[in-house]
């Protein structure tokens, strides 16, 4: 019993602890009496005096015996919703040490009864020990049985796919739920010797390709995918099946995380997102690299409320840092993610303040207060339509809160200096792209010119970013439609926001100086297949029961993106998945009197800023 409890809360336990014993008692004492009854051809009158009087003393000795040996073993802690094998040994183990006391007992001459009433009353005692704990599980589930094979229009019928451990425990939720009221119809798993046998009382009915003859066979109207340590390529594979159905999907995290996370299966249960539908495992990285990278050293995140700078800093803060500093501009992220940390990470050492990178006097006072070690710099606008119409915007925050904070970094001395980039950085044809292809050459002139190591770090779309298509899709497809898609051949790179932050951690450990890391983002998916995809997987029909619209291209936007400029040329690193391309060389004087005269134009508002960019960066071809 837990030492926090109040007497109040203990009562109840106590007083059920008491009920169960007691009836414990009654059933032992009862279980005796009828070994005696029985050996005595069921005659009360026939039972001889001294054997009533014997049977009276030994069903009160045997009666507390058999109560403490139980309280030994924790059968008396038991929840009985959850009763199981494991209670079930208990009591067998139980029953084994009270038989060597009977042993015992009859060979010493302590008890004197005849044999035969001990070993019926050994055997009954037994049974209704087990009865008395099952009876309970029993009950509900037959109430739970009728209750789910009732009449009842909004049961669904679910269609589990894996029949191992994931989706075992899956039924068994199922099962043992009140909340759950949808019906386990039949399950798919690859396994040809599990054809045709039953996992749950559900039958195993066929593998990935019997799925569409299964759904309309056993009238699916839900699918859960619950293969926990399927690869992403297996994963895909059956969900691209499963979309083709028309039934609502769900996904099972690995029993790993149910574990973790210390909750239940039917809760976890999730909606198949974008990352499903990658065809790739997650990336993983050196943890003990970033560790020794991060741990007991000053990090400094600017932008650090965003879907970005966020996860840095959450990643960071598990590397024990001497110090983490959130620097934003956007006071309400800035909170949330400092809420966040306290709670998650109660000893981290946490500064979070605001402030914008275009602002001199603050960075100085900030950067010479704190002496960061590390600079991760994730503040900037990104959003391609809305920097086309803003383009001075674009430069005051981009290129020049980049340019005043790579100063800032190599006047306090800090050891290096990350950007992150991104892949519409090559071959701009928007201004936000040209904008961080500035920002990399300012981090690249500065690394020529001061001690800091400047690098940057180069990747595509991350999954569920501020702004990204994925939760746009969500909400439309939760709207009820429609979908908007910019052009059907439109195709991206992804990533998940964790993957990208780690890799750009280990590129920083990495770094040199001077590179610009380009992370390998897999093979790049079209946004049409995955808009449908992501219908079919809610339950509906793409352009039946949620059309798809194409919007045709905004202002700036490619049909495809780039990682890499041909100039740059491609160095592996000890990750596969972390490329370098090399620095190009350029005039660092004639870049600064370009970069005072832009610095002039954005904040006189000039019309035609962009073609004062163009001059400045050879490969920006803005559409005209």
């Keep these: 019993m837990s030492k926090g409890l109040s007497m109040k809360e203990r009562l109840p336990i106590i ?24 050996r005595y051809d069921f005659s009360f009158n026939a039972i001889p005096y001294d ?42 183990v139980s029953y084994f040490i009270l038989g060597l006391l009977g042993a015992i007992g009859i060979v010493t001459g302590l008890f004197n009864m005849p044999y035969a009433c001990y070993i019926i009353g050994f055997v009954l005692s037994f049974c209704f020990s087990v009865a008395i704990r099952f009876s309970y599980r029993f009950m509900r589930q037959v109430r739970l049985y009728m209750k789910r094979h009732s009449p009842d229009s909004d049961k669904k019928n679910v269609m589990i796919i894996g029949a191992g451990m994931a989706g075992r425990a899956l039924i068994t939720e199922f099962k043992n739920s009140e909340h759950i009221r949808d019906r386990i119809a039949c399950v798919i798993d690859d396994n040809p010797q599990k054809r045709g046998k039953m996992l749950g009382g559900a039958p195993i009915v066929g593998n990935r390709h019997d799925i569409p003859e299964a759904v309309e066979k056993y009238k699916i109207d839900k699918i859960i995918y ?76 600017t932008g650090g409320g965003g879907s970005i700078g966020s996860e840095l800093c959450r990643q960071i803060a598990r590397s024990h840092p001497k110090l983490l500093i959130i620097f934003d501009i956007y006071e309400n992220n800035a909170y949330d993610i400092q809420m966040e940390l306290q709670r998650e990470c109660p000893g981290l050492n946490l500064e979070v303040l605001i402030g914008s990178v275009r602002n001199t006097a603050r960075l100085d006072y900030v950067l010479g207060t704190y002496k960061p070690d590390l600079v991760f710099h994730a503040a900037a606008h990104k959003h391609v339509p809305l920097m086309e119409d803003s383009p001075n915007e674009a430069i005051k925050n981009n290129v020049f809160g980049t340019y005043k904070m790579a100063c800032a970094a190599a006047k306090y001395g800090v050891k290096r200096f990350v950007l992150i980039s991104t892949d519409k950085a090559v071959n701009p044809t928007n201004i936000m792209g040209a904008s961080k292809r500035l920002c990399e050459m300012v981090v690249q002139m500065m690394n020529r010119q001061s001690s800091t190591e400047f690098v940057a770090v180069r990747f595509g779309n991350v999954l569920g970013s501020n702004g990204s298509v994925i939760p746009l899709f969500k909400k439309q497809i939760e709207a009820g439609g429609p979908v908007t898609v910019t052009h059907p051949d439109i195709i991206r790179y992804f990533m998940t926001i964790p993957e990208a932050v780690s890799l750009v951690l280990q590129a920083g450990y990495y770094a040199k100086g001077g590179e610009i890391f380009v992370l390998d983002m897999g093979e790049p998916v079209k946004i049409d297949t995955m808009a449908r995809q992501l219908i079919r997987l809610s339950g509906f029909e793409p352009d039946i029961d949620i059309k798809v619209e194409y919007t045709g291209l905004r202002p700036g936007e490619k049909l495809y993106e780039e990682l890499l400029m041909k100039e740059e040329g491609m ?27 832009l610095d002039k134009a954005s904040k006189d508002e000039k019309s035609d800023i962009k073609s004062l960019v163009e001059e400045i960066v050879p490969t920006y071809k803005r559409k005209k």
């Design 226 to 301: 619950a293969i926990a340590a399927g690869d992403a390529d297996t994963r895909k594979q059956i969900l691209d099946i499963c979309s083709k159905t028309g039934c609502q999907v769900q996904v099972l995290p690995a029993v790993y995380q149910l574990v973790n996370g210390n909750v239940s299966v039917g809760n976890q249960l999730r909606k198949v997102d974008a990352q499903d539908l990658l065809g790739r495992d997650p990336i993983k990285v050196n943890m003990d690299e970033i560790f020794e990278f991060i741990s007991g050293k000053v990090v400094m995140v």
């Design 571 to 597: 160095q592996d690193t000890e990750n596969k998945l972390i490329h370098i391309g090399k620095p190009i060389e350029m005039d660092d004087e004639l870049f600064k009197k370009q970069l005072v005269l």
């Design 51 to 92: 054997f009533k009087a014997e049977y009276l003393w030994f069903a009160a000795l045997w009666g507390v015996l058999s109560i403490v040996v139980f309280s030994i073993f924790n059968l008396y802690k038991s929840v009985w919703t959850f009763v199981s094998t494991d209670e079930f040994f208990r009591i067998v």
């Design 15 to 38: 007083r059920k602890s008491f009920l169960i014993a007691l009836m414990d008692f009654v059933c032992v004492a009862g279980s005796y009496f009828l070994g005696l009854w029985v």
